[in-house]
Every structure is written in structure tokens, then in C-alpha cells.
């Protein structure tokens, strides 16, 4: 298993609270991701990362940053969470070996978050 | 916008066989599958990529129509293990790492 931590593994907080999740990856792959998963939604993409301080935005950006200053952690930050930010988050990463083929993702074990 | 993906659900007895589509606006690169079982995170299954090169799983087969930007899962004598939910992840046309991902298709296999 591809080595992958996600911490805090379940997290309940207020409406209006900074809240930051962290993936951390021992397998030294250039691409981190961040998803969050809900209902009906699949698995969307948040942030991605393609190496140290060097992040994009995915489909579902608004209202959540990121960080990487170093290759093994990403870390995910809500600056003032809301109740629709309520879901599981699952970081992945992927080697990244070239730009045209895309690498297998493998994911963490997720953080579920609850927004009262 | 995401891939859509066929059926939303679907209960197997062990030994049938399934099909679970996934289609694409877009023109695609490759397809990726993966599995999720409940309450742990998803398993890379499977990718085709664009020209038929198909890497992946032993037991699930796969195809991959570049023209309708369409891949088809096939599961072939379900077994119990087979259960949980199939997701779609396509890399577009234009290459980099990053997937779009279907709202995945819940499969059931029973005795």
C-alpha cells in the first residue's frame, strides 16, 4: 500500500472556524490531490499540486487553499467553514512521470468532516 | 463537467456478469477505474488510454471508444468481493495529471 496518512481522520467543528486538514506521503511522488466526496457527487477535485509551492485549482476550489512546502505534505485549509463543506476529503497523490500519461492515483484513508 | 455513468446502481447475483458505462462530453486521453469499498478509500481497477493500450486489473476487463469518448467495465462470474461502488476517472485530451470523476455506479453482488 502506497504510503499515504490523512490527519485528523474525523474532525466536527463550528460554522465560521479555520479548520486544516493534512496528507502526508512517504512515497516521495510529485502530484498531490485534494477531493472531497459527497452524496451523489462522486469524488470531486479541490487543489492539486505538481511540486513544492506549486499548486491549480480543480472544479470545486471556492472557498478552500492549500499549501505544500514540502514534497510530503499537503496540507488543506477552509478559512471559515461552512455547513456545505460538510463531506469526506481524500488526498491522493500520483508519481507523475510525464504530461501526456496520467499516473495511477492512490488515495488516503480520508478525513471526515462535519460542520455544525 | 463529469463524466456520466451507467447504471446509478446495480444488484448482481454471484456468478452474473455487469456492465457499467461511463461517458464523457469531452474528448479524452485515457479512462481510469477504480473501486470503493464502503468506508475505505478508492483502488485503482484499471486504465485504457487512448490508441487501446490497456493496463490493469486480471479479472475485470475494459474498452475504451476514443470516437464517443466512451469506456464500458466489464464484470465478468461476480463475485462478493466484486461489491461496493465503481467510479470513472477521465484525463482529457490535452494530457495532465489530473482526473474528472464520474459519480460512481454502486454494484451489489449477492448469494
Known amino acids: 500500500d502506497a504510503g499515504i496518512t490523512q490527519s485528523p481522520r474525523h474532525k466536527v467543528t463550528e460554522t465560521g472556524t479555520p479548520v486544516t486538514l493534512r496528507c502526508h506521503q512517504t512515497e516521495n511522488h510529485r502530484y498531490m490531490y485534494w477531493y472531497r466526496q459527497d452524496p451523489g457527487h462522486g469524488l470531486r477535485l479541490i487543489h492539486y499540486s505538481y511540486g513544492v509551492k506549486d499548486t491549480d485549482k480543480g472544479e470545486v476550489s471556492d472557498g478552500y487553499s492549500v499549501s505544500r512546502s514540502k514534497t510530503e505534505d499537503f496540507l488543506l485549509t477552509l478559512e471559515s467553514a461552512t455547513s456545505s463543506q460538510t463531506s469526506v476529503y481524500f488526498c491522493a497523490i500520483s508519481e507523475g512521470q510525464g504530461y501526456r500519461v496520467m499516473d495511477t492515483q492512490y488515495f488516503g484513508p480520508g478525513t471526515r468532516l462535519t460542520v455544525l | 463537467q463529469q463524466p456520466v455513468q451507467s447504471p446509478q446502481a446495480v444488484i448482481l447475483r454471484e456468478g452474473e456478469d455487469a456492465v457499467i458505462n461511463c461517458s464523457s462530453s469531452?474528448?479524452?486521453?485515457?479512462v481510469h477505474w477504480y473501486r470503493q469499498k464502503h468506508g475505505e478509500a478508492p483502488v485503482f481497477l484499471m486504465i485504457l488510454l487512448k490508441g487501446g493500450e490497456q493496463k490493469g486489473h486480471e479479472k475485470i476487463s475494459a474498452s475504451f471508444n476514443e470516437k464517443k469518448q466512451q469506456s464500458s467495465l466489464y464484470l465478468t462470474a461476480s463475485q462478493l468481493s466484486y461489491s461496493g461502488t465503481y467510479f470513472c476517472g477521465t484525463q482529457g485530451a490535452g494530457g495532465g495529471n489530473k482526473l474528472t470523476f464520474g459519480t460512481g455506479t454502486q454494484l451489489k453482488v449477492e448469494l
Open positions: 469531452k474528448a479524452l486521453y485515457s
